[in-house]
């Protein structure tokens, strides 16, 4: 059973920057479309960024730009570079893999906190 999960957040200043992590199990990795989402408190979960199978990276609205995602097959891990974090940027994040319709997984979340 393919199984994902998600490190490196953690508590940073504003203009800070943060590089998470999410790896998985499993051998179907490569054909995976790999997505970053977040939810803040109250509001809905929203995409922060995905990655499919040939590299192509989509990312959600304003989040381009200081945002970057960037997957590695040998160590079965995307990840997700954060620059210039705003305090609204404060939310769970989670790590969602999918194959086809066949595999969709959800990591259980990383916390990033952006905060003086």
């Known amino acids: 059973q393919v199984q994902v999960v998600e490190s490196g957040g953690g508590l940073v200043q504003p203009g800070g920057s943060l590089r998470l992590s999410c790896t998985a199990s499993g051998s179907i990795f490569g054909a995976a479309t790999v997505g970053w989402y977040r939810q803040a408190p109250e509001k809905q979960r929203e995409l922060v960024a995905v990655?499919?199978?040939?590299?192509?990276?989509n990312y959600g609205d304003t989040l381009k730009g200081r945002f970057t995602i960037s997957r590695d097959n040998d160590k079965n891990t995307v990840y997700l570079q954060m620059n210039s974090l705003k305090p609204e940027d404060t939310a769970v994040y989670y790590c969602n893999l999918r194959v086809g319709t066949d595999v969709d997984v959800w990591g259980q979340g990383t916390l990033v906190t952006v905060s003086s």
């Open positions: 990655i499919n199978s040939g590299d192509f990276a």
